[in-house]
């Protein structure tokens, strides 16, 4: 008879994701690992957690996270206790489980002490894994533990993080952060029969996370700029999917003629790091009638932007083209950009 290969006790995970983005990191994981029921952790607005049973692969898998971690408790009121050989033989085990690891780092509150160096030499001989304080590639985050005495061990469950995507191949100025794309196509609908359409593709990040999201009847991506449909590409190339890209001015009355689109999503520049903000607002404008015109009756456009007053000017001004139905606010690197979802009249 097959033995099982699951393990025998469910792990404690914890996922960070970007700030504002609890509810659409928490339904992937709820589509992707269907017995689990994620939760808030008390206190943070970057993180949720559950217990789950099942191979890290899995959890790996998911796109709107920016790591994932395995998380071990232990009732030590230091962190150099946890050089203890019950202690130590938890972490080896949970450190052996993510592959290809050859070195660690600890990432600590002094993690330069001596305590956390002693602690790091015994961590070492128990993985066999070196001790690279810069750039290991195994991440080992300690903690004090969330609403309990105790320390926390988080080991991170990929080398890199989640939301480094191999992908992507060509850098392009203003590309957005992918788990903020894989988000926002997810906050549209993902149907195999939808016409995609992506305004001001860039280097395609949009393009790429909505074809890996799930099969769509066509995909067009739109940029004026050659660089950024030379990246976009190179990027789709990568990701192995296919989108039609076209050479053209959003504002142009005749752009992609006749052809309609159930869905679109538009990351116009935000007049911060592309763009300027008093060219913006002739270029909301013609993206909300663009889109409206290719757009099929009932169709729905996100639009991520910065531009937070600009777009909200724009989308009254817009009212019988376009009814709002929801802005997701998100937190990036000092960045507080929004995601406003709409639909077609
Ligand atoms: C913020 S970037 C998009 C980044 C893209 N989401 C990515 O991840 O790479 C904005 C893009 O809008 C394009 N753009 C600006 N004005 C345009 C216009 N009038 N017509 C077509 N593309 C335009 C720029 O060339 C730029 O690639």
């Known amino acids: 008879m097959a033995l099982s290969r699951r393990p025998a006790r469910p792990r404690a995970v914890e996922v960070v994701f970007l700030p504002g983005l609890y509810r659409s990191t928490a339904d992937e994981v709820r589509a992707l690992l269907p017995r689990v029921r994620p939760e808030p952790v008390p206190g943070r607005e970057d993180a949720l957690r559950f217990?789950?049973?099942?191979p890290l692969a899995r959890l790996n898998a998911l796109r709107t996270a920016v790591a994932a971690f395995t998380v071990l408790t232990f009732g030590v009121a230091r962190p150099a206790q946890l050089g203890?050989?019950?202690?130590?033989r938890r972490i080896r085990a949970a450190a052996t489980e993510v592959d290809g690891a050859r070195s660690f780092r600890i990432e600590a509150a002094g993690s330069g002490s001596p305590a956390i160096?002693?602690?790091?030499?015994?961590?070492?001989?128990?993985?066999?894994?070196?001790?690279?304080p810069g750039d290991g590639?195994?991440?080992?985050?300690?903690?004090?533990?969330?609403g309990a005495d105790g320390w926390d061990v988080l080991v991170r469950t990929s080398l890199r993080p989640l939301s480094a995507r191999a992908w992507r191949q060509a850098d392009y100025p203003g590309a957005v952060n992918a788990t903020i794309a894989a988000a926002m196509v997810r906050m549209l609908p993902l149907r195999p029969e939808d016409r995609f359409l992506?305004?001001?593709?860039?280097?395609?990040?949009?393009?790429?996370?909505?074809l890996l999201a799930g099969r769509a009847r066509s995909a067009v991506g739109v940029d004026w700029s050659p660089r950024a449909n030379a990246a976009c590409r190179t990027n789709l190339?990568?990701?192995?999917?296919?989108?039609?890209?076209?050479?053209?001015?959003?504002?142009s009355p005749d752009l992609l003629g006749g052809r309609r689109f159930e869905v679109v999503a538009a990351d116009p520049p935000w007049g911060t790091r592309t763009g300027s903000?008093?060219?913006?607002?002739?270029?909301?404008a013609a993206m909300l009638r663009t889109a409206h015109r290719l757009a099929v009756?009932?169709?729905?456009?996100a639009v991520l932007t910065h531009e937070v007053r600009l777009m909200e000017r724009t989308v009254r001004a817009h009212r019988g083209l376009w009814e709002p139905r929801a802005v997701h606010r998100v937190f990036q690197k000092g960045h507080h950009p929004r995601i406003h979802v709409l639909q077609r009249w």
Not at 117 to 132: E, N, V
Not at 199 to 207: A, E, K, Q, R
Not at 297 to 301: A, E, F, I, M, R
Request: zero cysteines; a negative charge.
């Open 297 to 301: 009756p009932g169709g729905v456009l």
């Open 277 to 284: 903000h008093g060219a913006n607002a002739d270029l909301y």
């Open 137 to 146: 590639d195994l991440v080992l985050r300690l903690r004090p533990s969330v």
């Open 198 to 210: 992506n305004l001001m593709s860039g280097s395609g990040t949009l393009l790429v996370e909505r």
């Open 51 to 54: 217990h789950y049973t099942g």
């Open 84 to 88: 203890h050989p019950d202690h130590l």
């Open 237 to 251: 190339a990568a990701a192995g999917v296919a989108a039609e890209l076209v050479e053209a001015d959003v504002a």
């Open 117 to 132: 160096r002693r602690l790091a030499d015994a961590i070492g001989a128990a993985t066999g894994l070196a001790h690279r």
